[in-house]
């Protein structure tokens, strides 16, 4: 009952623990997308058309694209674009010509009207539609004389036929009318000359009109081709001065120079907020779902690594906006690296682009750079695959690299304001990206291996070595123990190589999985000259596999004293799972049948766990094939193999390989690689007895030997 209660309550703490990280990486993300526009203070309260009540100086040397100033100059080229018309119809011509020949036949034909009155005359001229003489002008062309008529007419064709022979563009009649007099024959009488411009004025109408779209155009081309003015403003230049109205330019200068509070609305505010909200929903439902082992393992690594994600999201804060290489230069690709050498490369997918769209948000919904973090971060997860060999990082450094600058050109090339110098500063900037995040990568591995006690790949070569104290422990108090982890570890290294497990973990864990046999070495064979006495042989069997299993808890005790990786304790006890102790076992048997009575198997049994992952089920099968090919000093292939299959045999009927993880085809390539690499050991050492028959001998290996 106690053990159901403190489970629960451990299970209770790490919700409440993952809860409240998942609430604090929300918050921070918030913090770090909302605090800049909360917190920008503005110096000046002045808008357009306020007056200056003090001097104010730039604060910062700052260059700026003036818009206002470059709007301005592509004002003033459009405007000084004139208006554009197409050519002149002839049509129209001939049309007014022949309309005044109409209009001058039919007042011939009023004058000529002997019933009609004067009055009705001059009506009839009135309703001429097409023209909009005055009273005098009627009056005159009814009183003059037939031959006075008939000049005036002439004269009113002629001039009209040279006016619409040449552009009357549209809303510039008047300036085609103004000069008609001018165009008057001299022999005409000065008296007749009022009556013929007035008529041939009404009777001119535009024959080239406005081409509303060319002109747009070629407006729209001029304002193009003014280059945006740069301004710069040097650090404590003076901006403005007291007394002095605010202009579009000042306000633009303080706008640049960050002198200008916005005002903040709410949406600006809650867009943030949510992106954050999804961002840890995003990552703690995929935990929660996909790596619920991983999460309730220890909270450390992933407290360590919800930091890194934040302090990687405040850096890119810091150098996206208002800069042009910085972004490009900034390791992103390091949370991915980092992620994928820890937990997997399905994890460093998802944490690269949750990071890419919060650092696209940041860029101003910048499509390019969300695009250039999260292509890098996905190369990073797909391309590190074996993240215990640090060549591993630099090979993946280069991919990252070559997919950023690929993201560059794929969003540079097409754009106009990119030229061949800022192109090659980008590809620059992502090549050492690549590169620089793979080496950061490294460097954090191993501070939050050594923080957080983690087997990274750091840390598992720095455990290797042989001057490490519990490594020079056992050369100096055990060394038969020693030079049987130094063979075990290259049996399980390429055991594991061969089906794809870590094999550089396996080979660490062979290193250290026998540290226990150091506090009471001279209990185990391999460690005892010739010739020595047995101290098993004065004790009883219960006795010697109480010794023998205790190896095991000293082997924890002195682990955690040097704080081993939890991935390396793992091996001490789970490389014996619960097999029983067969000298020890065989030997009470024999004492209990003299006796009459019954011997609990589970009294010579190791307290386990079962072999929880390949490479502690590898060391378990290595450890075992290597003591029985030593003792039993089998020479022939044949004899090797079948020592070997035997053994893995042994172990799966027990159930010792349920829970690691091993498939049927992993076992083969594990017999496989044993039965090569064993040919050549052939150490002396003590025949090991069997449950059953002779030939077995060397499959039950857990013995006071090498416990």
């Known amino acids: 009952m106690g053990k159901t209660i403190l489970e629960r309550i451990r299970g209770f ?5 993952s809860i409240a990280l998942a609430v604090a990486f929300a918050a921070a993300c918030t913090v770090i997308l909302v605090a800049p526009m909360l917190t920008a203070e503005g110096e000046v309260e002045l808008r357009i058309g306020d007056v200056a009540a003090e001097n104010i100086q730039a604060p910062d040397r700052v260059v700026y694209v003036s818009a206002v100033e470059t709007e301005r100059l592509r004002q003033a080229a459009s405007e000084d674009v004139e208006d554009i018309y197409d050519l ?43 023209l909009s003489l005055s009273q005098e002008t009627t009056a005159a062309l009814l009183s003059v004389s037939d031959s006075q008529f008939d000049a005036m007419a ?47 004025a009404d009777l001119i109408v535009p024959n080239s009109r406005l081409n509303a779209a060319a002109t747009e155009e070629a407006r729209s081309i001029a304002a193009a081709a003014i280059a945006p003015v740069e301004r710069t403003i040097e650090r404590g230049q003076l901006v403005i001065r007291a007394g002095e109205i605010v202009s579009e330019d000042d306000f633009e200068a303080f706008q640049n120079l960050g002198l200008v509070q916005e005002a ?16 840890a929903a995003l990552l703690t439902v995929y935990l929660v779902t996909l790596r619920r082992k991983w999460l309730e393992a220890n909270p450390l690594p992933l407290t360590l690594l919800a ?23 900034f390791p ?3 949370l991915a690296f980092v992620v994928v050498a820890l937990i997997g490369p399905h994890s460093a997918a998802v944490a690269a682009v949750t990071l890419a769209a919060l650092t696209g948000f940041i860029g ?46 794929v969003f540079r090339l097409p754009d106009p304001y990119t030229d061949a110098l800022g192109l090659i500063q980008l590809t620059t900037a992502a090549l050492i990206n690549g590169l620089f995040s793979a080496g950061l990568a490294l460097a954090l591995l191993y501070v939050i291996g050594f923080v957080a006690n983690l087997a990274t790949g750091l840390r598992l070569i720095d455990l290797t070595r042989p001057d490490h104290p519990l490594q020079q422990r056992l050369q100096r108090d055990t060394p038969g123990t020693y030079q049987h982890t130094l063979q075990v570890a290259n049996l399980a290294e390429a055991a594991a190589e061969a089906i794809g497990a870590n094999g550089l973990l396996a080979r660490v864990g062979a290193l250290y999985h026998d540290i226990g046999k150091t506090a009471r070495p001279y209990f185990f064979i391999e460690n005892r000259l010739g010739g020595a006495t047995n101290p098993h042989d004065k004790l009883d069997p219960h006795t010697s596999a109480q010794i023998v299993r205790e190896h095991v808890k000293d082997g924890l005790d002195l682990a955690r004293k040097h704080r081993l990786p939890r991935e390396i304790r793992a091996f001490i006890p789970e490389h014996h799972g619960t097999m029983p102790m067969m000298v020890f076992l065989n030997k009470a048997r024999e004492r209990a049948a003299e006796s009459g009575t019954e011997v609990a198997e589970a009294d010579f049994a190791y307290g386990g766990p079962r072999p929880q992952s390949r490479e502690t089920a590898i060391l378990m099968l290595a450890d075992a094939c290597e003591s029985a090919i030593r003792a039993n000093q089998l020479a022939s292939a044949e004899e090797v193999h079948d020592a070997v299959e035997r053994i893995v045999h042994q172990r799966v009927d027990r159930g010792q390989l349920d829970e690691s993880g091993l498939s049927l085809t992993d076992l083969k390539t594990i017999q496989q690689t044993f039965a090569a690499t064993l040919k050549g050991l052939y150490h002396p050492r003590v025949q090991y007895p069997t449950e059953a028959a002779p030939q077995d001998a060397e499959a039950e290996k857990d013995t006071p030997a090498d416990g």
């Open 154 to 200: 002439s004269e009113t064709v002629a001039i009209l036929e040279e006016v619409m022979s040449r552009a009357v563009r549209e809303g510039h009649i008047e300036e085609a009318a103004a000069n008609l007099a001018l165009r008057v024959s001299v022999d005409l009488p000065e008296e007749l000359i009022p009556v013929v411009t007035d008529v041939a």
């Open 364 to 409: 101003g919904s910048s499509l390019e750079l969300a695009a250039y973090t999260g292509l890098g971060g996905l190369i990073a997860a797909v391309t590190l695959r074996r993240p215990e060999q640090i060549s591993q990082y630099f090979l993946s450094g280069v991919f990252v690299a070559l997919g950023q600058i690929g993201i560059v050109l």
């Open 332 to 334: 992103a690709a390091t």
């Open 264 to 279: 903040v609305t709410w949406q600006e505010v809650a867009s943030p907020v949510l992106a954050s909200v999804l961002a």
């Open 307 to 329: 930091l890194l994600f934040v302090a990687l999201l405040a850096g890119m804060r810091a150098v996206a906006p208002d800069h042009t290489i910085m972004p490009y230069l």
């Open 13 to 17: 703490v790490r919700a409440a623990w």
């Open 88 to 130: 002149p119809d002839p049509r129209m011509g001939r049309q007014q010509v022949r309309r005044a020949r109409q209009i001058l036949a039919f007042v011939r034909n009023v004058r000529h009207d002997s019933y009609a009155s004067p009055e009705l005359r001059s009506d009839y001229i009135g309703h001429i539609t097409a």
